[in-house]
């Protein structure tokens, strides 16, 4: 059916970051200032993310301490932005490895990207207003990765997080209906092997999955708790 296909070879790259959209973790430092990050080890299952964080970064420090944070979602139309926090930290002195990699120490990341921080309504973390979506989330569970690796361990950390509240522009959401947001006008940005992408404009045809009523995702009666 899909004609000719190419021999593989096995491979060894140093990262697996195959593509997947930059979230933008807003917390709360120990003096109440803000610190913001991007990064792109996220996916959901129900209003649960799970979040892949260095371990010694300032927003798994952060996230550990207060149990919060705010996931703000940039659409690709905010590149700009996230591209000014990379190669960033909010860690004072600068990790070594990190020094290595070239990153250095930044205090104010609302103020060099140029994206407005305003607390959560739920948690004290930041939003950022300039993102189309930002999800409050509280920590439920961090999981220490590859225990059993000599060279990684204590390195990673996979965070579960539990969303409390959830905003979203009026302009990514489906024409009366107050609740779904419009794949079509929602532009997620991609980072794939350090690089930014934004997905196609069209769908590519129609979807199965998608003939399933969103509605029926959420178990009836459940409300978020704050
Ligand atoms: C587009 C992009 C995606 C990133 N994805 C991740 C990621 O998934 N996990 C991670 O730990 N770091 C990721 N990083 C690197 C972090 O941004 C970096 O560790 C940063 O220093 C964290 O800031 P903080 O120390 O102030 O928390 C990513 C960076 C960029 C620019």
Not at 75 to 102: E, H
Not at 204 to 223: C, F, N, T, V
Request: proline share 7%; with cysteine; hydrophobic share 40%.
């Amino acid at each position: 059916m899909h004609g000719t296909f190419s021999v593989s070879h096995q491979i060894e790259p140093a990262i697996l970051y195959f593509g997947t959209p930059v979230v933008l973790i807003g917390s709360t430092n120990e003096d109440g200032s803000f610190n913001l990050a991007p990064m792109s080890s996220a996916w959901w299952v129900g209003w649960r993310c799970m979040l892949g964080l260095a371990a010694n970064s300032k927003t798994t420090e952060n996230m550990i301490r207060t149990g919060e944070c705010v996931l703000n979602l940039p659409s690709a139309a905010l590149v700009g932005a996230v591209d000014r926090l990379a190669r960033t930290t909010g860690s004072d002195p600068v990790p070594s490895g990190k020094r290595m990699r070239g990153y250095r120490h930044a205090r104010d990341k609302f103020g060099l990207c140029g994206l407005t921080a305003m607390p959560g309504e739920t948690v004290a973390a930041p939003r950022a207003l300039e993102c189309p979506v930002q999800i409050e989330a509280r920590v439920a569970h961090v999981h220490e990765m590859a225990e059993e690796d000599a060279v990684w361990r204590g390195n990673l950390a996979a965070i579960e997080v539990r969303v409390t509240r959830v905003h979203a522009h009026s302009g990514i959401m489906m024409d009366g209906e107050p609740n779904r947001v419009d794949p079509d006008r929602w532009r997620p940005l991609i980072m794939s092997f350090q690089q930014f992408y934004g997905l196609t404009s069209e769908k590519l045809q129609r979807s199965e999955l998608g003939q399933i009523p969103e509605a029926m995702y959420k178990p009836p009666g459940w409300k978020p708790a704050a």
